[in-house]
């Protein structure tokens, strides 16, 4: 069964929330010029891509980037090649720094993301927020897939966010999930079939599981954490909010099993 046939119901409002949409990346490429898309490549940000070629933006307008990190999953990898495809738009891929990634491997073992919350979000700094850093670099405005229903954690966002150096925009902040869905079997939009197998967000290989019946949207994401660490530093708040702290004790490494093996 595929992610369209499970989830393809628009809200009532749907008509309403796609024109604020549409409106609203036009205004950000005027306004907050030079604008970029962080796109993970997931379901959400392939909506986006999509309207940002809607609202008539292409490479003169806006750019996208993918922060590769070295663990994602064959199959995120490969959109990058099908928006290229599609879309009027060259996708920039940023990359960990090689000699920070594999001093960390050899320090601490490919599975210290499993060790500790410090542990994995060292990880996620070398791996995202770094790379994040330089592909930021002289950007005005960014657009993010955040949406409100997502978590507890984003149920604050709004679609404008002033941050110190430029300012974060966030078109589907208002969307449900089934109006992803709905979009993207209006427009054929390509996604990760990974989606299909019950995976609703995803990241990391190592840090990604499928989720079932019940859990929320990002319980698959490191699923053996306490609730209030699932972010991994992109979406927090300069201030800390949101930030996570040391949960009380981690799963026993024998029961956390990767999705697969991937190499540093």
Request: net charge negative.
């Amino acid at each position: 069964m595929s992610a369209i046939s499970l989830y393809a119901k628009p809200s009532p409002e749907f008509a309403q929330k796609l024109a604020h949409s549409l409106a609203l990346i036009k205004t950000a490429a005027t306004e907050y010029s030079p604008l970029t898309q962080a796109s993970s490549l997931g379901c959400e940000d392939m909506v986006i891509t999509h309207l940002m070629h809607e609202a008539g933006l292409d490479n003169a307008s806006a750019s996208i980037f993918v922060l590769d990190t070295g663990m994602l999953h064959l199959e995120t990898v490969a959109l990058i090649g099908r928006i290229e495809e599609r879309y009027p738009f060259k996708v920039d891929v940023y990359h960990p720094d090689a000699d920070a990634a594999s001093a960390f491997v050899e320090e601490n073992g490919s599975q210290a993301m499993y060790k500790s919350l410090a542990l994995r979000k060292q990880c996620c700094h070398i791996r995202k927020m770094e790379p994040l850093e330089r592909a930021l670099a002289g950007k005005k405005g960014w657009l993010t897939g955040l949406r409100r229903e997502q978590s507890a954690a984003r149920a604050e966002v709004h679609d404008i966010e002033q941050q110190p150096e430029r300012a974060k925009i966030n078109p589907l902040v208002e969307w449900t999930q089934g109006d992803i869905w709905h979009y993207i079997a209006l427009n054929e939009i390509p996604y990760n079939p990974l989606h299909d197998q019950f995976f609703p967000s995803i990241g990391c290989a190592p840090c990604t599981r499928a989720v079932t019946l019940g859990e929320d949207f990002r319980s698959g994401r490191w699923w053996w954490e306490n609730e209030s660490a699932k972010e991994c530093g992109l979406h927090v708040a300069a201030d800390g909010t949101h930030e996570a702290q040391e949960p009380a004790a981690f799963e026993p490494l024998s029961s956390i099993i990767p999705i697969r093996e991937i190499q540093a």
